[in-house]
């Protein structure tokens, strides 16, 4: 399979395109362009958040870490006082960074449940959800964060396979398929989860028609 490295370049570079793309275009701001990148960036090492004791289940973990601090201060910082501000964050970067890394790693198997579409899909319902309902994001912006943290994570999927085929002896490694799948038929409990998370999401989602004008103007200036 592809290692770390292999990941985050693809990704990067597959973002740094797109956001480029979209900015000459007029679809976003050149400021726009830097998160549309990063998110791309980081949906391609996404995935492996189900690898115990890896580089790349490190660096997620602290960067969810880091995000979860900063919406907290956008949500509490009118409500609370300053020292319990600063408690609660303090609380919420161990909280995510240690606690919530050691329980994902107890309970995720790798190229499990988490390589997969469903997966995918419910880390850019989440990502538009946040940048929608927690930051006021307007819906089109919202839904362009999602979709690039899809994007990102489908680029790792997808060179996961590409991996799993040996082209010198011509012939499928073992892992084959058991990434880009839509869900894992090994965990049938999780992916019903999954699916209730999501079902849960639509409340704090941004309207599906823009997403769907969005995907027909990607369309159009694709052709």
């Excluded at 770390?4 to 480029?20: E, K």
């Excluded at 907290?72 to 006082?81: F, M």
């Excluded at 579409?117 to 880390?123: E, Q």
Aim: proline fraction near 2%.
């Amino acid at each position: 399979m592809a290692n770390f490295r292999t990941h985050l370049g693809v990704a990067t570079v597959g973002g740094v395109a797109v956001a480029q793309a979209g900015w000459q275009a007029g679809q976003w701001s050149g400021w726009q362009s830097l998160v549309v990148a990063m998110l791309v960036a980081f949906g391609g090492i996404l995935p492996d958040i189900d690898a115990d004791q890896s580089q790349a289940i490190r660096l997620i973990f602290n960067i969810l870490a880091v995000v979860a601090v900063v919406l907290a201060v956008l949500v509490l910082q009118h409500r609370v006082t300053p020292a319990y501000l600063f408690a609660a964050c303090g609380g919420i970067y161990l909280g995510v960074r240690y606690l919530a890394g050691a329980i994902f790693a107890r309970f995720t198997v790798h190229r499990g449940l988490w390589h997969s579409l469903l997966a995918a899909s419910i880390s850019g319902l989440s990502t538009a959800a946040i940048s929608f309902s927690l930051l006021d994001q307007p819906e089109r912006l919202a839904w362009i964060h999602g979709v690039a943290m899809t994007l990102g994570f489908v680029i790792h999927l997808m060179l996961d396979e590409l991996y799993s085929v040996d082209l010198t002896g011509a012939r499928f490694k073992r892992s084959f398929g058991t990434a880009l799948k839509f869900f894992s038929w090994q965990s049938p409990g999780s992916a019903l989860m999954l699916a209730l998370i999501s079902a849960h999401l639509l409340s704090w989602l941004p309207s599906f028609s823009v997403l769907r004008q969005l995907v027909m103007q990607g369309v159009a200036l694709w052709h």
